[in-house]
């Protein structure tokens, strides 16, 4: 069965870096675009990066344009995110998703989600 596992997370102080993976089994990854969701408490779940299936395009929210970066590594099954410059308002439950084929950037264009992993920025 297909299982997306997402490692990476943890505590921070603003204006620090953590880099997330997402290590996907069970499918031909290098078929499938992939994303990065958050949710923080209280609030609904939210973009905030997809890449295509070859790496060649990318989409992120406008909240983390210029700190975040989306990329894989098709030979590993993995997709990473990179954030910098992190801030409290980042803290939330990251989680990554698998689409076939195309770019997408809602919820529910998604076919797999993993469990999540939590990262904290402290002020």
């Known amino acids: 069965q297909v299982q997306l596992v997402e490692s990476g997370g943890g505590l921070v102080q603003a204006g620090g870096s953590l880099r997330l993976s997402c290590a996907a089994s069970?499918?031909?990854?290098?078929?499938?675009?992939m994303g990065w969701f958050r949710q923080a408490p209280g609030k609904e779940r939210e973009f905030v990066a997809a890449?295509?299936?070859?790496?060649?395009?990318?989409d992120y929210a406008d909240s983390v344009k210029g700190r975040f970066t989306i990329s894989r590594l098709n030979a590993k099954n993995t997709v990473y995110l990179q954030m910098n410059s992190l801030k409290p308002e980042d803290t939330a439950i990251y989680y990554c998703?698998?689409?076939?084929?195309?770019?997408?950037?809602?919820?529910?264009?998604?076919?797999?989600w993993g469990q999540g992993t939590q990262v904290t920025v402290s002020s």
């Open positions: 998703a698998a689409r076939s084929w195309r770019i997408a950037t809602t919820l529910d264009e998604y076919d797999y």
């Open positions: 069970g499918l031909t990854f290098s078929t499938y675009a």
């Open positions: 890449i295509t299936w070859s790496g060649g395009s990318t």
